[in-house]
């Protein structure tokens, strides 16, 4: 094994063991929390050693990005699952259909619309999960709290789209845990399942909080390039 392959070993089981001890803790089986690998600004190596590694679950918040990444190494890797965990324009809607087996970030008609024509268009079928802005902060992607009943009947309504989960980003200034406890509060009362939350500093906090996937980025590759 090479040096980086034995050191990208090393931190996925590090990670892959706290994720499985706060599944314990809050009585949960680790199989139910999925770990996302986060390739985002990661240098080829890194990834090509991530797969080495074993992990086949990868996030990416650009679509042009995702591409470039993993076009060719879908062919090699058939069993690869990607997420899209970043906001979406409606002109890249074609491109993330084609690519992605899961887009945690719709939020917007507009975007549901243009998911909608490209999954009749090509005939696959993304899992879909809506972005909450948790934190109501105007900079942020994502329907509101109070937005997202209204929201998900019209995706169903409007646009024949299921969702299967939601996701969310909190706030950096404040406790991810209240966050994570009202997206896991909001899916019980609109009847989803799935929940993406929880990144390198607070993963483990989201397990405990009911999450069904983390999205890992620095704590698994290491630190990004800028
Ligand atoms: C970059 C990113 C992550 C990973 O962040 P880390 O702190 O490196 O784990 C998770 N979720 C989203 C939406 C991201 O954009």
Request: glycine residues 8%.
């Amino acid at each position: 094994m090479s040096d980086l392959v034995s050191q990208i070993t090393a931190r996925r089981s590090d990670i892959l063991a706290r994720l499985a001890k706060a599944a314990q803790d809050a009585g949960r089986s680790a199989s139910e929390c999925q770990l996302v690998a986060v390739s985002k600004r990661q240098p080829d190596a890194r990834i090509e050693a991530m797969l080495e590694a074993g992990q086949r679950v990868f996030g990416e918040n650009r679509v042009q990005e995702a591409q470039d990444h993993w076009l060719a190494r879908r062919e090699r890797y058939p069993d690869l699952e990607l997420r899209l965990i970043g906001p979406l324009q409606s002109n890249k809607a074609a491109d993330a259909v084609a690519l992605f087996d899961v887009i945690e970030t719709i939020d917007r008609d507009k975007i549901a619309g243009a998911i909608a024509r490209e999954i009749r268009r090509q005939d696959r079928h993304p899992q879909l999960y809506v972005q909450v802005n948790t934190g109501e902060e105007a900079q942020k992607a994502g329907v509101t709290p109070l937005e997202l009943p209204a929201f998900l009947s019209r995706l169903r309504e409007v646009h024949g789209l299921s969702v299967h989960g939601l996701m969310c980003i909190p706030p950096v200034d404040e406790p991810a845990g209240l966050h994570f406890a009202l997206l896991a509060k909001l899916a019980r009362e609109v009847g989803v399942t799935s929940l993406s939350m929880g990144m390198s500093s607070d993963f483990e906090i989201a397990i405990g909080l009911g999450a069904s996937s983390v999205r890992v980025g620095s704590a698994l590759f290491g630190e990004r390039q800028s």
